[in-house]
C-alpha cells in the first residue's frame, strides 16, 4: 500500500513541528516522530481510524494522535492511503473537507 499526503497535510505537520521545536528543543522531532509512527500502523490497519462520510458521498477516517493534541484525517483507496490533514483537535472542525474532493494529481508520494 503507498501513502501520500496532501500539500496542505504536508505543511500542517511541518508548522506543527516547528511550533513544538520552538517551546522546547527536540520536540519537534518528536511530533514527527509519533506521525510517522501513526501512519506506519494506519498503513497497516488502514480501517483502524473512526470511519464516516463528507457530502454523503466520500469515507474518510480520523485517527487521534496520542501525546498530541493531533488527529490524522484520511480517506482509502483500493492500493492508497491519503493524508488529508494532519489536524489540531482544538482548530475548526472540518476546515479540510474541501480538500476530500481534490484531484490526486495534488497528491505527493511520500513512501
Known sequence: ?????????????TLAAEHYELQCPGLGEEFLAAISNNLDLLLANRYIGQSFTVDGLVSV????????????????????????SIAHQHRRQGHWYNRVHESPAIYRLTA
Do not use: G, Q, W
Not at 1 to 13: F, Q, T, V
Not at 62 to 83: A, H
Open 61 to 84: 477516517h480520523e485517527y487521534v494522535i496520542k501525546r498530541f493534541p493531533y488527529y490524522i484525517v484520511y480517506k482509502v483507496s483500493t492500493n492508497c492511503l491519503t493524508v488529508i
Open 1 to 13: 500500500m503507498r501513502l501520500m499526503l496532501l500539500d496542505e497535510a504536508e505543511l500542517e505537520m
